[in-house]
Every structure is written in C-alpha cells, then in structure tokens.
C-alpha cells in the first residue's frame, strides 16, 4: 500500500496545547515512566496525561470523594480507567477471563462494557497500571489506541443472522485496526519492557518524507479521535451515521460485494457553543473488499493533513468535511488512492437496537443476546458468565448498545450454558422488561469521568423505571423505543441518536431531546432544557400517552414526535439541530 503524496500539514495558526505536546513528546513518550516510578502522588504530569490516553488510559479521581479530600488537604482520589481495545468486539473465552480476573485484582471489580466494543477497568491504582496493561497484553488483547488523537477501536456489529459475512466482515475491522495502529515503540518500551529502539526519537525528514516512526500519523498524530465502524444491514447497531468512517456491508446472492462508505459523521459538541454541532456521517462512495484497508488510510490521511489543528473542539473530520465541502474531500481522498469510488450501492437500516434472546447462526452454531444494564458487570451475573467462560467453545461478542452475546454456541452445548445462565440470574436478563429499558444506553459519568455535567449511568435505571409506569399503562411495554444518556455533551453514548436523548446540564439537571430515527439514520433536536429527572418524566409523560394513542401502524416513537409536531427533523446537524424551528417544548 502506497504512502505516496503523505504531507502532514501543520496550521497556520497557533497550534492547540495538544499539538505542542504531542511535538515534545517523542512519539508518545514524554515522561511516563519516570511519573510512574513517583510514588509520592497518585498521579502523573500534566502533560503526561493527555499522552496516556494514545496509550489506552486515563487519569481520573473518584469524584464522590473530592470534597472530603479537600477537607483533609489531601490531593484528589486518583485512579485511571484502562480501556481494552477489541477490534469488532469478539473475545475468546480465555481473554474473557483474563479480563475478568484483572477487573478484581487490579480495578474495582466491575467490567464495563462500552459503546464502542470495548472493555474499561475503573479505579486501578497507578502502582498498578503497568502491571495491568501488560497482562491485558499477555492475553493477546492490547490498550494502544485505545484513546488519543488516533483511530480508535474499530467496531463492526455481531450480526448473527449472517454469521458467514460477519466472520468476513470482521477479518477487515481487524486488518484495518492492525493497519492504522499507531508504530512508535514507547508503547512497548514503557508497558512491555521492550528496550528503546535505537533511533526511536527520529523525526521526519527536513523535506517531504515519510516519517521513519510513524509512516502514517507522522509525529502530531490526527487533530483528534478517529472513529471508525463497519455494518452489516439490516443491522445499524454500531451506529455508522455517528462514525468519522463507516463501512456498510453490501451483500448480493449471499456474497460479500464491497462496502459504501460514509464520512464525516460525530457526535460530540458543547453547549452554548452553536460553532459545535452533531453531524450524520455522509456516502461518499463504493469499495471493494479489497480496497477496504486502502480507503480507509486514506480518509484518515486527508484528516490527518487538514484537520484543524489549532481549535480542538472544530477537529473531527465532521468539521474538515463540513468547511471544505464533500466533493472536495472526495477529490482529495481519490487523488491519494489514485483510482475513483463507484457510487454506494443500496442499502436499508431497520434499526439500531439489539436482538435479544438466542438466534440461529451458521454452522449449527447459535447466539445468546444478554442484556447488560448500563454495561456494567458486576456480582452475580458476572460471576455467572465467569463461570460460563469457563466451559464455553465459542466466543464472547461486545455489542456497540453495551450489551453480550455469548456467541458460537454449539447445539450441544446450549444446555449446559442455559443451565449456568438458570444458576446465576442471567436467563432472565432481557426477560419482562420493557423496550424502553432494553434501548437504554448511559455512558459512565460520575463519579468517575472528569467531563460529567450530570449523573448518567447512575441515573438512567431509575428515571426509566418512572417513565415504565406511563410506558406500562399505556400498553407500550412491549414497544422498542431508544432512550440515551450523557452526562455531558460529548455524547460518548451517542446521545443524539436517541429518539430520547439526555444530555447532562449540571448536577441534576438535563437537555431533553426527541425525534431521532429508530434506525440511527436521523438526529434529535433539543425539547426541553436544563430539566430535572421529575420535570422530564412530566414532560414525556402526555406524549408517551399521546403516542399510545394515535401512532400510526409500525410508526416509531421517534417518527411519531416529528409527526405530532413536538420537533422538526433535522436534516442536517449543522443547520438544524440548534435552529429552533419549533418553539420548545410546544
């Protein structure tokens, strides 16, 4: 695969704090492991900070505890969240385990299952990090590029309807997750023992050269995070509309055709800040299977070259694609593969939920769909699948809604997987709970995020067992609906693509939007702002009502409040979503 034409750009404008450090830090270096060696705090330098993330974690405190330190004059709580990167989300049994022991001996006991297939350890010591990110290595599972300004993990949805295109499907997402994965040694150096490679501070060149390091990030890496998914229709649990780049799965007379790709989508923005905004990713064209990994380096490239380096939160190729127009970025990635995209092929979404229950594979092979409130493990059923890992033959896969399937299960092997799933409480995961519970998602939040606003993955259980009294009253129980919460407004819970959307404000309080389309093709616009949990059940309460009572035949809730005029779709994130064109809350 040609590097031709790699020109790493640098703004005219004063670079971002980031930027400089990235520069100073020797291919992700800076001084890690002498911060690490300190043990007289429980942190790292500043500037360490931000270049741990390229390295899978971050440093946090246990905000719960804040003002009790403070009193104490003690300096914060500090831990780091590990995030384990697993391209396509599947797992072997054994890694499942490992992953598990370490959640009890290094974390605090739980396991996170995030939004984009991968799992986070939460409250790990720094006297513990490197012991940690190097037996997740030895499991043959890694942190790199997990975090940071580089692609991320690259996710590609279960899909057990068409297992034969899915085990295809995610041979690419792990090719193009090898592909793009940051070179520089110092992961190695400083996690894994490795010694320093003689050379490893080499720059690029004084002319146009490709870097010796890092032939395809150079050494700024991209502007920010580079989020990449790939689908398989009718399934759009992975949310390609919300990924920088997207691959979706054109299958014809059961064979995989090539994919469409999409660009340009993002979630994030901030508040009172209308220069930010979500953005649906757009189709730029067609691709074999063959040009996949092609493709996919050279969308980043053209990020990599002219995304914005001074203003972070104006980064994400949403913006790059969005200021210089969408036949200019074609042009530009066209020019660096040196061959034309054929238009997208067809293609249709159903939703962007998860199937919950056993289903048929291939193979005699069947998949179990569990569903994880929250994504968070803990207790009984994760001592449970503990014990299930223990004796399963197939795979775990991460769903991108938080939830497990326990996947590849051999006929004969169903019996004695339900048996443990009766033993621990796990057979009735998904079992007479509502569609609104079901389609919840919540990122973490307090107490562990530094960004939050709001509670999230603490509050969205009970504010919707409030919303399932009026669910169940109006017969509704059954009725999938979306419902996402963020406790701030980068929506790592990809908010904005809930047909409920919750987005933290302050303590206790939320922006309430509505109107996202059930298959993740459409955004939310904002209803009601800066509400607390019992103003948002008085307000959902009259349209929950409303939609029992007059939704059309198959009509979704999302469709159904546009329809009924509480908002007006958006269309385009950067025109619509902070247009009021309705007034709120009408």
């Not at 974390?107 to 350890?121: M, P």
């Not at 996710?155 to 995610?170: D, E, K, R």
């Not at 090539?258 to 340009?264: E, K, L, M, S, Y």
């Amino acid at each position: 695969m040609s590097n031709e034409a790699i020109i790493e750009v640098m703004p005219a404008k004063e670079p971002s704090k980031n930027e400089v450090i990235k520069e100073a830090s020797n291919y992700l270096r800076g001084t890690i492991l002498e911060g690490l060696a300190n043990t007289s705090t429980g942190a790292v330098a500043e500037d360490d900070t931000q270049l741990l993330k390229f390295h899978g974690t971050y440093q946090q405190d246990d905000r719960d505890l804040r003002n009790e330190r403070r009193k104490q004059k003690l300096e914060k709580a500090f831990i780091f969240m590990v995030r384990v990167r697993v391209p396509g989300g599947v797992v072997t049994p054994k890694q499942w385990l490992e992953i598990d022991r370490l959640s009890d001996q290094y974390a605090n006991g739980t396991i996170k299952l995030s939004t984009r297939q991968a799992f986070q350890l939460h409250g790990i010591l720094k006297g513990n990090l490197k012991t940690t990110i190097k037996e997740i290595n030895e499991s043959l599972l890694d942190t790199l590029a997990a975090c940071g300004d580089v692609n991320r993990n690259v996710m590609c949805n279960p899909n057990p309807h068409l297992s034969a295109i899915h085990a295809q499907v995610l041979d690419y997402a792990r090719a193009i997750s090898t592909h793009l994965s940051p070179r520089t040694p110092a992961y190695y150096e400083i996690w894994l023992d490795k010694e320093r490679v003689a050379g490893g501070d080499t720059g690029a060149g004084e002319e146009d050269t490709t870097d010796p390091v890092e032939p395809i990030y150079g050494k700024h890496y991209l502007p920010r995070k580079f989020k990449i998914g790939i689908a398989v229709p009718p399934s759009n649990d992975v949310d390609i509309y919300s990924q920088d780049l997207s691959f979706i799965a054109i299958v014809e007379n059961n064979r995989l055709a090539g994919f469409n790709v999409a660009v340009g989508g993002g979630m994030g923005m901030s508040h009172g800040n209308k220069a930010t905004y979500p953005r649906l990713a757009d189709l730029l064209g067609f691709c074999t299977p063959e040009q996949v990994v092609d493709v996919a380096e050279k969308v980043l490239l053209v990020q990599r070259d002219y995304g914005d380096r001074s203003e972070r939160k104006h980064a994400r190729l949403k913006y790059t694609i969005q200021d210089h127009g969408l036949p200019w970025f074609r042009n530009q990635v066209e020019i660096r593969l040196g061959y034309k995209l054929p238009y997208a092929r067809s293609f249709y979404f159903t939703d962007n939920g998860d199937r919950y229950g056993w289903t048929d594979g291939t193979d005699g092979k069947q998949h179990l769909t569990l569903f994880i409130e929250g994504g968070r493990l803990r207790g009984q059923q994760k001592e449970g699948l503990r014990e299930i890992a223990k004796v399963h033959q197939g795979d775990f896969r991460l769903t991108a809604n938080q939830n497990l399937i326990i996947g590849a299960v051999p006929a004969a092997e169903r019996p004695r997987i339900e048996a443990l799933l009766k033993q621990y409480g796990l057979d009735q995961t998904w079992q007479n709970v509502t569609g609104l519970r079901l389609g919840g998602l919540a990122c973490v939040a307090l107490p562990t995020c530094g960004l939050a606003l709001a509670e999230s993955e603490r509050n969205l259980p009970n504010l919707v067992g409030e919303l399932e009294k009026v669910i169940r009253a109006s017969g509704l129980a059954e009725q999938s609906i979306h419902i996402r919460s963020s406790g701030c407004p980068n929506g790592c819970a990809r908010p904005y693509l809930g047909e409920i959307g919750l987005v933290g404000k302050a303590p206790g309080k939320y922006n309430l939007y509505l109107g996202a389309a059930h298959n993740g093709s459409r955004l939310n616009k904002i209803y009601k702002e800066s509400i607390t949990n019992d103003q948002i059940v008085a307000e959902l309460t009259p349209i929950i009502q409303r939609y029992a009572a007059e939704r059309q035949p198959e009509e979704t809730f999302g469709d159904f409040v546009i329809r009924a005029g509480y908002v007006k779709a958006v269309t385009a994130g950067a025109v619509d979503f902070h247009n009021q064109s309705v007034e709120v809350g009408i």
